[in-house]
RNA sequence: GUGGUUAUAGCUCAGUUGGUUAGAGCACCGGUUUGUGGUAUCGGGGGUCGCGGGUUCGAAUCCCGUUAGCCACCCCA
């Protein structure tokens, strides 16, 4: 044995592990084009100063950074939506809009592992900018539930919670708290996590003699399910600043969206849940993360709108919603389910050759079959038919060409069907056209 | 970063109160039937028992350290 073992947090991918991989992949690419979305990559690595800008200096210790060759504070990405910023920003002025983009790629991040979190995982990011109204978030989110349907999970598998960071500062801003609203939502993320007593203390903390009044709001207002216990939430706490007029607004985006998942018939995956916020700070209005309805794992995907951060990268002012789902979790959760397909890399047809006669004849119908198309193995060694039949058993081939002393002479090649056990002795001109016939 | 837990063959695991050369099943390789395949039979390769130190006549087994895996917290772009 070796003594070199992989890095902790990566993985590596033995055949039948990159099968699982490349199902995912296939399973990711085919549906994102059915929603008419571009794929794109970029670098691995970029500058630090990348991902400071976004996230702020205290990333770092997240990150997988060092310092190259050439003095440069350097870092491997932690996510695409720094670099998928520039990108966009340095041609904004001559993209079509809007812009439907995703990519798949791998990316790091310097953490402790545990379950559903590695040092380096393959994301699926999926964004749509240039588009300010919720007609962004209704085609990427029925994307999003494409993604996940497409592996064989329905309704009573997942679902999306959907909130919206722009409903918290509204709420918070009819009650006076405007500027606080930040600090509030970071309490507000935590909000299951936290005892009571201690969020109590934290709002008092903000808000002084209002705390109490202010926790009680709060929970009231993780309660609401619905655009009617929205307004009756509103109703009974306007106090504060007058809203009418921007709540009426984001009320029409509420309906406007959800009527979407009504016309789309999923209405069924999503659900107001306004205990989403999400920690980050740049998020600027509707925010989601998919759940498997278990619960028993971590999201599957989440991501919202960032309406400022295209700018804030150097770009424009340009509107953009976006999501990342991993793949480690899918994964967990397909094999828990058991609906990760079992693999095999197959071949379409196995040979079983009698000799050093007959190998001459197969070798030229191998490379031959080979260069029209068909996936073509034989062993290496001359060995007893039975092995050989086993062989080609093992390889999932479909059908076996058998090349032996009788049909040599015969000049055909006997085609047996490795499901149904038939027969059939085909002359050897004929092969490609039977070869495609039995395996269509 | 904090805490818990585990570590024996490629995989799943045995291994007695510390006692000879550390085992099994599966997998892999090879032979039995000199032209017919999932489950037959015989054989083979493969382990410094995670690594390092200590106790002991003797350590896979006991003690300490360390690394890695797993799990939870923190965090989650």
Do not use: H
């Amino acid at each position: 044995m070796s003594n070199f073992k992989s890095l902790p947090g990566f993985r590596e991918f033995y055949p039948e592990d990159f099968a699982e991989r490349r199902f995912l992949f296939q399973v990711w690419r085919q549906v994102a084009r059915r929603f008419s979305f571009q794929e794109f990559d970029g670098p691995v690595l970029e500058s630090l100063e990348l991902f400071k800008a976004k996230s702020g200096d205290e990333i770092e210790s997240q990150l997988f950074c060092f310092e190259d060759k050439g003095d440069r504070e350097v870092s491997l990405r932690p996510e695409l939506t720094p670099t998928l910023a520039r990108m966009v920003a340095a041609r904004a002025n001559s993209l079509k809009r809007p812009i439907k983009w995703f990519s798949i790629g791998d990316n790091f991040r310097y953490e402790r592992t545990q379950k559903g979190r590695l040092r380096c995982f393959t994301q699926l990011n999926a964004d749509i900018l240039g588009e300010a109204g919720p007609a962004a978030e209704l085609e990427l989110i029925s994307l999003l539930i494409q993604l996940i349907q497409g592996f064989g999970l329905g309704q009573d598998d997942f679902f999306i919670r959907l909130s919206d960071r722009n409903l918290w500062m509204l709420y918070l801003e009819a009650q006076g708290f405007q500027e606080e609203a930040p600090k509030i939502l970071e309490i507000v993320d935590k909000w299951e996590r936290m005892p009571e007593e201690v969020a109590r203390e934290k709002l008092s903390a903000i808000a002084g003699e209002r705390g109490e009044g202010l926790q009680a709001s709060i929970t009231a207002f993780l309660k609401v399910g619905n655009l009617a216990e929205l307004s009756a939430a509103f109703e009974a706490v306007s106090s504060g600043a007058d809203v009418g007029e921007a709540l009426q607004a984001r009320v029409d985006d509420w309906s406007t969206l959800l009527d979407g998942f009504e016309s789309m018939g999923l209405a069924g995956f999503v659900e107001m849940d306004l205990s989403i916020v999400r920690g980050l700070a740049y998020y600027t209005g509707f925010v989601f993360e998919a759940f498997d309805r278990a619960k028993s794992n971590r999201a599957i995907a989440g991501g919202g709108r960032y309406n400022n951060l295209i700018k804030k990268m150097g770009g424009p002012d340009m509107p953009a919603v976006g999501f990342g789902m991993g793949d480690v979790v899918l994964a967990d959760i397909l094999k828990e389910r058991g609906i990760m397909p079992k693999f095999v890399d197959t071949v379409d047809a196995y040979m079983v050759i009698g000799g050093e006669a007959e190998r001459a004849v197969a070798l030229a119908d191998a490379n031959a079959l080979r260069q029209s198309g068909f996936s073509v193995d034989y062993p290496f060694k001359n060995s007893g038919f039975g092995k050989q039949f086993k062989a080609a058993s093992a390889s999932g081939a479909r059908v076996a060409l058998i090349y032996g002393s009788e049909e040599l002479e015969k000049g055909v090649v006997k085609l047996r069907d490795l499901n149904d056990r038939s027969e059939e002795d085909v002359p050897r001109e004929r092969l490609m056209l039977a070869l495609r016939d039995r395996l269509s």
